[in-house]
């Protein structure tokens, strides 16, 4: 029997514990979403989650290869990747211009990461801005979970938890600092020390203290009710990222992966995400005879795929 350590480890898991984290424990609390619709969305974001993070897998495994300069198949692959998983939206009416932008936004991560890996030098600006991306998964979860309430996001809300979620990944990246560093994955603290050696835990206390400034700032604008709630739920999300910092550890050795065909996983991820297409339209066209408000959670496809197909991202799916 599998112990709850073992089962939060797989990938599945560690997507749960990322709508655990965000949706159940920040947005849903911020957005005050009925506990019906909770129930009816919770699935289908888990899901969407679960096959985010692994695309996002294509940086690590091309990370000495420019795609934009070298079009492989994992480049060509990606494309129809995304093109599927927009398919997939639309058919259960999750699409519209804010999660289209947040799609975007993914690409434009990967890229980033992928460009700044490939060159083998990362500035200040290049970490920052891939800081500030990274979060572009949670943030879709939370465009999706409007889209299918069939109501728009609030500019001054979606503004207000930008830099918290920045401030959340930079706690993240703290907290699991060696763990990282051991594994060679992408990490904020590791590049700031990468580039101010000694000085590395000061410069990334003066961002950290930025976007916490923007947060409080913008926190500020709204009724003390509402902000003394938006706060208590908020805080302790990036709380890590403003106590003492982990010591600098330098970097262990890690054996190289055995290589495999460029594109070898990702094509596989293409076919799962057809699968999935497949499955969504299938209960789009069983929920038809629905009426439109019933609280019957909407049950994922993602039992018709077996959980190897697709590309594991060590990262996007570590448990906070």
Known sequence: MNSPAVLAATPLGKAAAIVRDYVLRMYYEVDEV???????????????????????????????VDLDAVRNDDYEAFHTYKKAFEKVLRALGAWNEDVAFLVDEAERFVRLENGATSRGTVTRGDVLAMVELR???????????????????????????????????????LRHYEQDVAAGTLN??????????????????READRYESMFLERLSALPPERRARIAEV?????????????????????????????????RKGVVACAALTAGVLAAVAHRRGRPRSSP?????????????????????GRAS
């Open 188 to 205: 904020v603290y590791a590049a700031f020390v990468e580039l101010y050696g000694d000085a590395a835990a000061t410069e990334l206390r």
């Open 34 to 64: 009925p506990r019906l619709d909770r129930l009816r969305l919770t699935p289908l974001l888990l899901g969407v989650e679960y096959l985010v993070y692994r695309v996002d897998s294509l940086a690590e495994r091309n990370a000495t």
């Open 234 to 266: 908020c805080r302790p999300r990036y709380a890590a990222a403003l106590e003492p910092y982990p010591r600098v550890v330098t970097a262990r050795p890690v054996p190289a992966p055995p290589a495999r065909p460029p594109g070898t996983y990702l």
């Open 135 to 173: 979060p572009t998964d949670v943030r879709l979860l939370r465009a999706m979970a409007f889209a299918l309430r069939g109501r728009p996001m609030e500019p001054a809300t979606r503004d207000l938890l930008w830099p918290v979620e920045v401030l959340a990944d930079m706690a993240n990246d």
């Open 296 to 316: 019957l959670p909407i049950r994922s496809p993602l039992h018709l795929l077996p959980l190897h197909l697709l590309p594991l991202h060590p990262k996007r």
